[in-house]
Nanobody
Framework: QVQLVESGGGLVQAGGSLRLSCAPT????????MGWYRQAEGNQRELVAT???????VYANSVKGRFTISRDNAKNTILLQMNSLKPEDTAVYYC????????????????WGQGTQVTVSS
């Protein structure tokens, strides 16, 4: 069974940095778009950044210039480097991936990680 495993969350002071990583476990054929979403308490889940297999990226306006998403296709791993963190970045961060399990699958399947807490103190 495929799972997305996240790591790298934690507590940091405003202005600090954290790096999140995500990689799938289990047998897969290919991964299309991967990304990070976040959900603050009382809010809906929102997009942070995504990256395609061709390394095309999309960022939320709120994180542009501060966060960088990158991808290692050989390891099926994505990283989210978060700099100049603000208290409003506090949330649970979720990894997402569109995964094709076998070459015979006609479509990608949508997977979510379990979430990792990021807390930024003022």
């Amino acid at each position: 069974q495929v799972q997305l495993v996240e790591s790298g969350g934690g507590l940091v002071q405003a202005g600090g940095s954290l790096r999140l990583s995500c990689a799938p476990t289990g047998n897969i054929f290919s991964i299309n778009t991967m990304g990070w979403y976040r959900q603050a308490e009382g809010n809906q889940r929102e997009l942070v950044a995504t990256i395609t297999s061709g390394s095309n990226t999309v960022y939320a306006n709120s994180v542009k210039g501060r966060f960088t998403i990158s991808r290692d296709n050989a390891k099926n791993t994505i990283l989210l480097q978060m700099n100049s963190l603000k208290p409003e970045d506090t949330a649970v961060y979720y990894c997402n991936a569109q995964i094709r399990l076998t070459k015979w699958d006609p479509f990608d399947r949508n997977y979510w990680g379990q979430g990792t807490q990021v807390t930024v103190s003022s």
